[in-house]
C-alpha cells in the first residue's frame, strides 16, 4: 500500500470554525489532491497540487484553502466551515499527472454542526 | 470540457452471474480511463486503467474493460461475481493535456447475492 496518511480521521466541529486536514506521504510522489465524497456526487476535486508550493484550484474549491511546504504534507483549510462541508475527505497522491494511477488515503470523516 | 456518467447507482447481481457496470465518457481529446473499488470506510484503489494501448484491459481480481471509442464507453465487466466483489466502483477520466485533473463518475454500488 502507498505510504499516506490523513490526520484526524474522525471531526466533529460547529459551524463557523476554522478546521485544518492534514495529508501525509512518504513516497516522496509529486502530485497530492483532496477530494470530498457525498453521495450521489462521487469524487469532486478540491484542490490539487503539482509540487511544493504549487497548487491550483479543482472544481469545488469556494471555502477551502490548501497549502503545500514539503514535499510530503498537503494541508486542507476550511477557512470557516459550513455545513454543507460535512463530508468524507480524501488525499490522493501520484507519481504523474494524466496517465499515472492516483493512491488515496483512508479518508477524514468530518461533521459541521 | 470532460466529463464521466456512470449509469446506474445500484446494481444487484447473483454470486456467481456476470458483472456489468456501465461507465461513458465524455472527451474533446484522446482520454486516460480507469476503474478503481472502494470498499467500506476504505479509500480507493485502482483495479485497472487505459492509457492507449490494448483496448481490452485486465485489472485486478478478474475484472477487465473495453474501451470502444466509438461508443465512448469503457464498461467494466467480470464473468462471475463473488461475495467479496460487493462494493462501491467509480469511473473515472483524464486527459494528456496536462491539467492534472481527474473527473470521476458518481459511482455503482454493487451487491452480490447469495
Known amino acids: 500500500d502507498a505510504g499516506i496518511t490523513q490526520s484526524p480521521r474522525h471531526k466533529v466541529t460547529e459551524t463557523g470554525t476554522p478546521v485544518t486536514l492534514r495529508c501525509h506521504q512518504t513516497e516522496n510522489h509529486r502530485y497530492m489532491y483532496w477530494y470530498r465524497q457525498d453521495p450521489g456526487h462521487g469524487l469532486r476535486l478540491i484542490h490539487y497540487s503539482y509540487g511544493v508550493k504549487d497548487t491550483d484550484k479543482g472544481e469545488v474549491s469556494d471555502g477551502y484553502s490548501v497549502s503545500r511546504s514539503k514535499t510530503e504534507d498537503f494541508l486542507l483549510t476550511l477557512e470557516s466551515a459550513t455545513s454543507s462541508q460535512t463530508s468524507v475527505y480524501f488525499c490522493a497522491i501520484s507519481v504523474l499527472a494524466g496517465a499515472d494511477t492516483q493512491y488515496f488515503g483512508p479518508g477524514t470523516r468530518l461533521t459541521v454542526l | 470540457a470532460q466529463s464521466v456518467t456512470q449509469l446506474g447507482s445500484h446494481v444487484s447481481v447473483s454470486e456467481g452471474a456476470l458483472v456489468l457496470l456501465r461507465c461513458n465518457y465524455s472527451s474533446s481529446v484522446p482520454p486516460y480511463l480507469f476503474w478503481y473499488v472502494q470498499y467500506p470506510n476504505q479509500g480507493l484503489q485502482l483495479l485497472l486503467k487505459y492509457t492507449s494501448a490494448a483496448t481490452l484491459v485486465k485489472g485486478i481480481n478478474g475484472f477487465e474493460a473495453e474501451f470502444k471509442k466509438s461508443e465512448t464507453s469503457f464498461h467494466l465487466t467480470k464473468p462471475s461475481a463473488h461475495m467479496s466483489d460487493a462494493a462501491e466502483y467509480f469511473c473515472?477520466?483524464?486527459?494528456?493535456?496536462?491539467?492534472?485533473?481527474?473527473?470521476f463518475g458518481t459511482g455503482t454500488r454493487l451487491k452480490v447475492l447469495a
Open positions: 473515472a477520466v483524464s486527459d494528456s493535456t496536462g491539467t492534472y485533473k481527474y473527473i
